[in-house]
């Protein structure tokens, strides 16, 4: 089957449709580039961190950006400082070329009660979460970045490790000067919803249930949804809504974009 309705959408809303395939998968395949629990013993917080930090930095700005977006090194919870106000811990701004990243992170036990300590033995989930935000200027191209995130792994406990959260982002700027100038301006929504993480000991590495769903709004093109429905295998439903027209098809995780003659 078909994953690209092109008979039924313009040349723009192609394009937009394998942006915002991209923006989905770059979250499902920063879950998959992680390690995941090997086994039900708990969590330390470095790997709980390192195991967010790509799925939440799995930026949709990445995919409507004409300019590259930078990446940001997981955290170390040792220069992160807890705050008892917000009842979090609130980690150094860091700024690479223009975009500036704002985290904190929270703890909480299996009532959901917040906590001012990590307990391998007791900290049932971590919330991370991160605003990017700035200004990249390359060649002709100003791109103006403004991203917040809200991501919680749960499941530390038990070895399945789930994730869930949210995010909105907005790409506004322009390519090119002078008359040839074209304005940029997309808003992106993703909701995470029980995303159950691979487990490194079976070896399988995509997402073994659970969605990630994305609403684009741009500039040359109708709003469009894109919602992600994984199974653990490579194969995953895609469902796609534009214009009042829904279609459903299967996506190849491995080659999500066939080169097409």
Not at 146 to 170: A, C, F
Request: aromatic share 4%; proline share 6%.
């Amino acid at each position: 089957m078909r994953v690209f309705p092109e008979c039924l959408m313009s040349y723009s809303s192609s394009r937009l449709l394998r942006a915002a395939v991209a923006a989905v998968l770059a979250l499902a395949g920063a879950c998959s580039d992680s390690t995941g629990p090997s086994n039900v013993q708990p969590a330390e917080l470095n790997d709980v961190l390192a195991e967010l930090q790509p799925s939440s930095l799995g930026s949709a700005v990445d995919a409507f950006s004409p300019l590259p977006v930078p990446g940001f090194s997981a955290l170390v919870p040792s220069s992160c400082s807890y705050d008892g106000a917000s009842k979090s811990f609130v980690c150094p701004n860091v700024t690479i070329s223009g975009i500036t990243a704002s985290r904190s992170f929270s703890l909480f036990d299996a009532n959901g009660m917040p906590q001012a300590t990590f307990d391998r033995t007791a900290t049932a989930a971590v919330a991370l979460k991160t605003t990017l935000a700035g200004t990249i200027t390359s060649g002709g191209a100003t791109v103006t970045i403004d991203e917040r995130q809200d991501v919680t792994l749960s499941g530390l406990l038990t070895g399945i490790h789930t994730l869930n959260g949210t995010s909105l982002s907005h790409v506004t700027g322009s390519i090119g000067t002078g008359a040839a100038s074209i304005p940029l301006s997309t808003t992106v929504s993703t909701t995470i919803t029980n995303l159950v993480l691979p487990r490194s000991s079976t070896g399988n590495q995509w997402p073994q249930s659970g969605t990630i769903a994305a609403t684009i709004t741009d500039t040359d093109s109708e709003p469009m949804s894109v919602t992600i429905t994984f199974n653990g295998k490579s194969k995953a439903t895609m469902t796609v809504t534009m214009g009042g027209l829904t279609t459903t098809s299967t996506i190849d995780l491995t080659n999500p974009f066939p080169v097409r003659g």
